[in-house]
């Protein structure tokens, strides 16, 4: 008979590692007699103070009797503890596969669901945080601009209005340097250069006419 014996603190130890598997993960070993061959890190919460061949917690779940068998994968499940994790399993040989009595047994890792999720979760939230104060940003700037447009268009409608009724000497104050400013600019250089052209009353009524005509369409920008 063959035997072969390792201290249960080293396996304990090895199955302790759990890098990767964030605040919820572990990892652990189950032999053919579907009993643990580590002790679980949640054997406080189990209520019991070791975890190792305690018939009370066989793991009867079904990846495990497949690691038993040889086979590995990776699926979403609830463990031993009743919470959904997301569990991978695989067979882990014990002994030389040429032995007369060769022993395998079931290695799994689980993370809780909640905590896979969280990255996803946290981006999620990120993303429509961001698009949310990019969307209030453009919105701010859209409604500047619009705000800037809307008194510079004022500012030439009123002049215009002003000349219209006859008071010659009305110039449009310069708001902004756009497109709307530079009209604002050309019409305060007309009026200053056709004020000293105006000799009649026909002059001054056609005039009118056509700052009626130009005050309707900066109306209509």
């Given at each position: 008979v063959l035997i072969f014996q390792i201290p249960i603190n080293r396996v304990n130890a090895i199955m302790a590692e759990r890098t990767g598997l964030g605040d919820t993960g572990e990892t652990y070993a189950v032999g053919p007699d579907f009993?643990?061959?580590?002790n679980s890190r949640f054997s406080e919460e189990l209520g019991v103070r070791t975890t190792i061949l305690d018939p009370k917690h066989k793991i009867l779940a079904p990846h495990a009797r497949m690691a038993l068998n040889g086979e590995s994968g990776t699926t979403n499940?609830?463990?031993?503890r009743g919470e959904p994790v997301l569990s991978s399993w695989s067979p882990m040989r014990?002994?030389?596969a040429d032995a007369a009595d060769p022993v395998t047994w079931a290695l799994l890792s689980e993370v809780t669901r909640a905590e896979v999720a969280r990255p996803?979760?946290?981006?999620?939230w990120f993303s429509a945080v961001l698009i949310a104060a990019a969307t209030v940003v453009v919105a701010a700037a859209a409604l500047m601009l619009a705000r800037s447009l809307t008194r510079q268009a004022d500012a030439i409608t009123g002049m215009l209005g002003q000349v219209g009724i006859g008071m010659f000497d009305a110039r449009a104050d310069i708001l902004t340097n756009d497109e709307l400013g530079l009209v604002a600019t050309s019409l305060n250089s007309m009026c200053d250069n056709t004020l000293s052209l105006i000799q009649s009353q026909?002059?001054?009524e056609r005039l009118e006419q056509a700052v009626a005509?130009?005050?309707t369409q900066v109306s209509q920008i």
């Open positions: 009993l643990f061959r580590n499940t609830v463990n031993y014990i002994s030389d996803a979760t946290t981006m999620f026909d002059e001054r005509s130009l005050k």
